[in-house]
């Protein structure tokens, strides 16, 4: 009887609930045809960590360039900027081809956000410490240095190219996915160096007369770049859910890591939601 009944409401099913991107495959369960090109739009937000660090680094390098206690104490390394987080809305949109090979789907895609990621830093960092390199036999360089620095990025731009993999659910299409990302950037660095040394001779007899001291200096220096391009790699999760035969809603998670810009590393995780049309 139960076999019976459920013949007769598939028999009483309209045809057109069965054309277009439904085909049955598996009994009476309804599977969605995701072959073929798509687009769409899509908004999010996004969170980044942005490390400044050291990013000023290649600045107290140059300030240091060829002296004796950079080698020594490597001053440039000092981690005076620090890691500083970042949020923004973001809109975007996506273009892909999809294959499918029975429940598994395979495919590629272009994905595009326009977002306002900014932040600044600023702070500075001092230490003393002894040092004799290059220094006649029982001379000592005691040395106070503060390096000085703040650092800026402004993230507009980001893309990403995926490879993707799903697994068909009837109108369902859960989804991983991995690839290249690419952003845009505008950055700004700048370091200042404060350095004072007194000669503090080792105890000698007869004492030995201590060196001239290394009066009170600053320096400094600073360096930007415009639109620059930022590449690292994403990975993330989502969810396609098919309403019409060419219509789709969906929903997202994404981090992307992208390599250091001007001494500035970031990384950006995101959430989106987002339809999307079959041709």
């Known amino acids: 009887m139960r076999s019976v009944i459920c013949a007769l409401a598939l028999l009483a099913l309209p045809t057109s609930a069965l054309a277009g991107g439904f085909d049955i495959l598996r009994g009476t369960v309804p599977t969605y045809n995701w072959t073929g090109f798509y687009g769409g739009g899509q908004v999010g937000y996004s969170n980044s960590v942005i490390k400044f660090g050291t990013s000023a680094s290649n600045q107290v390098a140059f300030l240091l360039r060829n002296t004796a206690i950079e080698q020594d104490e490597q001053i440039s390394g000092w981690n005076v900027l620090g890691t500083h987080t970042a949020s923004t ?6 273009f892909g081809y999809n294959t499918q090979w029975e429940n598994l789907i395979l495919g590629v895609e272009l994905n595009y956000n326009h977002v306002n990621l900014s932040q600044t830093a600023g702070s500075s960092l001092s230490r003393s410490f002894s040092d004799s390199a290059g220094l006649p036999s029982g001379h000592n360089y005691f040395y106070n240095v503060t390096v000085g620095g703040s650092a800026a990025i402004h993230v507009t731009d980001i893309a990403t190219f995926r490879a993707r993999a799903g697994l068909e659910e009837g109108n369902f299409l859960p989804y991983v996915f991995a690839g290249l990302a690419v952003a845009r950037a505008t950055t700004s660095t700048s370091a200042t160096l404060q350095l004072s040394a007194t000669d503090i001779p080792d105890s000698e007899s007869p004492p030995l007369t201590p060196l001239d001291p ?7 220096t600073t360096n930007a770049q415009n639109n620059a391009i930022a590449y690292g790699v994403a990975t993330g999760l989502g969810l396609d859910v098919g309403l019409l035969p060419n219509v789709f809603l969906r929903g997202e998670l994404e981090y992307i890591y992208l390599a250091p810009v001007n001494g500035i590393q970031v990384s950006v995780a995101s959430a989106r939601l987002g ?3 079959k041709f």
Do not use: Q
Not at 214 to 220: A, D
């Open 275 to 277: 339809a999307g049309l």
């Open 214 to 220: 290394i009066p009170l200096t600053t320096t400094s």
């Open 89 to 94: 809305l973001g809109v975007g949109g996506f």
